[in-house]
């Protein structure tokens, strides 16, 4: 066998032209060099594994490009495949195609690389730090190619990137299967992860980078939205008709998701500051209208917080500086903060995520690529100091929560065994709260609501108005309070100005609500109201990731650290038709700390898709509500006990006899005396 016989039995390929080398822009973010371990053997099969996307003639010229990419960046990119158009998600209509399914996740990919989306475009990767579309520019084309080709009945099968291929499947089966990062269980760790990264056997796919599904900051402005008001309420003592006026909220990053932050403060009518060292994400915050002020000066900062706070206005204040110096200034100055919590990629703090106290973000990339292990050494020594500042303000009075950005277990790491309940480790969990066991968990997830997403793939504004409001028409705001949330978010959400990137929208939804919504824009689609729409949610979701340091915190069952919910959400959205499935290790918390599955979901109008949106959207949400209600929560047993009353005779879930506290403790002390 030759390599000619292998071309000649291929009809999707790359061609066997060598593109122009491109030209990068200067003022475009680039990725940090990535950890690089690998032994003599492992470099000279990365380059050999890049090197099997491309024809045998380009291999002379590319194999010392790749192995320079390697060395120097850390990874093999394959730059000079790059697009040299400039990548956005463009109408739908402007795609090849054969199939609606195959144009629209063109879509998706393209505005997960936008350069007014993306955290490092020319990395491919979208937000998170390390959260990846694909592994390099190879794949990009050669996925491109392959839904260009894709029929409603084949499935592409992507496994970390790469498409594996094309094969028969039928219009009810997912027209992509996509897994990223999964590893074997004695090698799911950082370090066998990044080994097997760097040879171009696996990728970090993030919650939703790998799995296409990212529309921008607004992904996560209504679950932040969510989070601050509700923490206002449980620990401020705020009515559920009044917002956070004349309260501080504290916290840090700018970036993919954590630009999320100081829009929804804002919404939220409370005052900010976002700590960020790297200003290139502050001027795009600023440049979207997502940040109010920027400053250098602590004194002014704090001096601007205090002054709209006694105004009761709202202001969002992007301060240019690390947040251990912002934190230590509140806490030599006596300031008050109400809300304090933190949004640095603290699940990749070795990596880039977390910017030692000292270091300009210029220092910090600097050493990061020269001196790695001072670079560790100064990243636990922040986060030590971090994390006293933090608890000094605690002891004043701030509520703190973790933003589900593993800051806790992350300075556990750093040899801050106190931070965990036990003072040993972390199975007992850590002594501040996430915000997922105080917040999201009991008020949001155990009742089905989630963030619930959709795009309009036509690219048209006057689409995603119409979604809007029949959204709205769907939502009854006088059933539950989170309801009337949600009812008054999605009416003020045109307003807000969310849009960065393709016409999309959040929308935290329930199980049944997700449903009818869906079912509507199906209608709308099908009358020729709208044009195709494709739905999805973030993987960040009731029943969609299985992790003890964040979805699943508040499950005190013992069942936090496994992972049957995630996976068993995934093949089922398979086995009811979902367009696109994903499943992903790591997430917002690291390798090795959760596995989290999402979907994607193109509405055409037909029948067929209301056959699939009937059962797949119930299914999606109720498979997360059923886990936490076995888990004794609740709102989740109501919850569950109110679906199976309404599904008798279709559907039917287990519920938990709860066992008395005190007979438990009886018992176990009877046995041994």
């Known amino acids: 066998m030759n390599n000619l016989d292998i071309s000649n039995a291929m009809t999707i390929k790359l061609d066997d032209v060598l593109p122009e080398y491109p030209v990068f822009k200067e ?3 680039r990725a940090p060099k990535r950890e690089l371990t690998l032994n003599e053997r492992e470099i000279k099969l990365a380059l050999k594994n890049a090197l099997r996307y491309v024809p045998e003639r380009l ?57 007014e989306v ?78 097997a990264t760097a040879m171009g056997c ?31 309420r449980k620990e401020l003592g705020i009515p559920s008709d009044k917002d956070l006026a004349g309260h501080l909220f504290v916290t840090s990053g700018l ?7 100081p829009k929804a403060i804002e919404i939220a009518n409370g005052v900010g500051i976002i700590a960020e060292v790297d200003y290139s994400r502050i001027e795009t915050r600023l440049n979207q209208g997502w940040v109010s002020k920027v400053t250098a000066d602590l004194e002014e900062c704090f001096a601007a917080a205090q002054e709209y706070k006694d105004k009761k206005q709202t202001i969002s ?28 990629s603290c699940h990749v703090p070795y990596d880039g995520g977390y910017c030692p106290k000292g270091l300009t973000f210029e220092q910090r990339t600097h050493m990061l690529n020269t001196n790695k292990e001072e670079f560790v050494k100064l990243v636990d020594k922040t986060l030590a100091e971090h994390y006293r500042a933090v608890k000094t303000l605690v002891d004043r009075g701030t509520y703190f929560f973790d933003y589900g950005n593993a800051f806790m277990r992350a300075v556990f790491d750093a040899g801050v065994t106190e931070i965990a309940k036990n003072g040993v480790d972390t199975s ?61 978010w999605i009416r003020d959400a045109e307003k807000n100005k969310l849009v960065v990137g393709t016409k999309a929208r959040i929308l935290y939804q329930d199980a049944l609500g997700r449903r009818d919504i ?93 056959e699939i949106l009937m059962t797949a959207m119930p299914w999606d949400t109720m498979v997360g509500v059923s886990r936490r209600s076995w888990a004794r929560n609740e709102n989740s047993i109501e919850t569950t006990i109110e679906y199976n009353k309404m599904n008798n005779g279709d559907d039917h879930i287990t519920i938990p006899f709860v066992a008395c506290d005190e007979l438990i403790e009886k018992t176990y002390k009877n046995y041994n005396k």
């Open 518 to 610: 869906a079912l509507k824009f199906n209608e709308m689609v099908k009358n020729k109201e709208i044009g195709p729409v494709m739905l999805g949610r973030d993987h960040h979701d009731t029943g969609g990731t299985d992790s003890p340091y964040r979805e699943t915190s508040n499950i005190y069952d013992g069942s936090n650290v496994t992972a049957d919910m995630a996976v068993h959400c995934y093949a089922g959205n398979a086995a009811r038709g979902m367009s696109l499935i994903a499943l992903h290790n790591g997430g917002g918390v690291g390798i090795s700390k959760s596995i989290n599955g999402g979907f994607g979901m193109v509405l055409d109008g037909s029948e067929r898709v209301d």
């Open 27 to 29: 003022n475009v973010r």
């Open 428 to 488: 007992e969990g850590f002594i501040f709260p996430s915000y997922v066991e105080d917040i999201m968990g009991p008020m949001l997830f155990d009742y089905g609501y989630g963030p619930f997403r959709w795009v309009c793939l036509s690219g048209s504004e006057e689409d995603l108005r119409k979604t809007d409001h029949a959204a709205m028409s769907v939502i009854n705001p006088d059933r539950r309070g989170q309801d009337r949330d949600n009812y008054i």
């Open 255 to 261: 970036g993919g998701m954590s630009g999320a932050q």
């Open 317 to 344: 204040i992007a301060y240019h500086g690390n947040i251990v110096d912002l934190l230590e200034y509140a806490v030599n100055n006596n300031i008050h903060i109400d809300l304090l919590s933190d949004q640095t």
């Open 59 to 115: 291999h002379e010229k590319l194999a010392p490009e790749f192995l320079e990419e390697l060395m120097t960046r850390g990874r093999i990119y394959g730059y000079r495949f790059m697009p040299k158009e400039r990548i956005y998600g463009k109408p739908i209509d402007e795609y090849k195609g054969n199939c609606v399914e195959g144009k629209a996740f063109q879509v998706m990919i393209d505005n997960n690389l936008d350069h």
């Open 202 to 232: 696996s990728s970090y796919g993030q919650m939703t980078a790998g799995g296409w599904m990212y529309i921008g900051p607004q992904g996560i402005v209504h679950g932040t939205f969510n989070t601050l008001i509700n923490a206002g």
């Open 118 to 195: 993306a955290l490092y475009p020319y990395e491919l990767v979208t937000y998170g730090e390390t959260g990846q579309v694909c592994q390099n520019w190879m794949q990009y084309q050669l996925l491109k190619k392959y839904l260009e080709q894709l029929t409603d009945e084949q499935t592409l099968a992507v496994m970390s990137g790469h498409p594996l291929g094309l094969f028969k499947s039928h219009k009810m089966s997912p027209r992509v299967i996509v897994s990223n990062g999964l590893m074997i269980g004695m090698f799911d760790n950082p370090h066998d992860w990044a080994k």
